[in-house]
């Protein structure tokens, strides 16, 4: 295991991201969407509400590559996954979320965000749940990114779903306002 010095030194140090949209991303992220829809409706849930229509970004608002830092990418994670009602200790859930793959990934000015040997060791349920939640931290610090250069005066802050909940229904019977059914 790398000494807590040589870890937070490799938070710290930029690394970069390949980043790709295009026709044929849309098409498997309708695909996937098109399957999702189905289960839903074997399951007799109700249908999600969708963005009309996907396009991919184009290649003039997206960098082909952009240079992240592994502490910005795992803030972004732990921000967006820690709960609002945890309170007190959200602060903690949030660095929790982030220093959980700390020894996970690996990067460097010169290279591309890769996994460490303690990364490609972890039992595959492990793999498959780092994984995922890996994707959703790169996807939302790209979407900050973009975001930032498009609306250069405005902040931007990826925030938890429950947050915004909150702000306009009542998730609980002991919250108040209009409730989610």
């Known amino acids: 295991m790398k000494p807590t010095e040589e870890v937070l030194q490799d938070l710290t140090q ?69 709960l609002s009602w945890r309170g007190a200790g959200r602060g903690l859930a949030e660095h929790w979320g982030a220093l959980k793959y700390t020894q996970a990934l690996v990067g460097g000015r010169d290279s591309f965000l890769g996994l460490t040997d303690e990364g490609h060791r ?37 925030v938890p779903a429950d947050t915004v909940l909150r702000a306009g229904w009542a998730l609980t019977s002991r919250d108040k306002g209009e409730k989610v059914r």
């Open 122 to 158: 972890i039992a595959d349920h492990y793999k498959s749940l780092q994984s995922g939640e890996l994707g959703i931290g790169f996807a939302l610090t790209l979407a900050e990114y973009v975001l930032r250069s498009r609306f250069p005066d405005h902040s931007v802050t990826i």
């Open 14 to 82: 930029s690394s970069n991201v390949s980043v790709h949209s295009d026709d044929a991303l849309v098409g498997k992220v309708k695909a996937a969407i098109a399957a999702d829809d189905e289960k839903r409706k074997e399951n007799e849930n109700e249908p999600l509400r969708r963005k009309p229509a996907l396009v991919p970004i184009l290649p003039t608002k997206l960098p082909r590559q952009f240079e992240v830092t592994l502490w910005d990418v795992l803030h972004t994670l732990a921000r967006a996954s820690a």
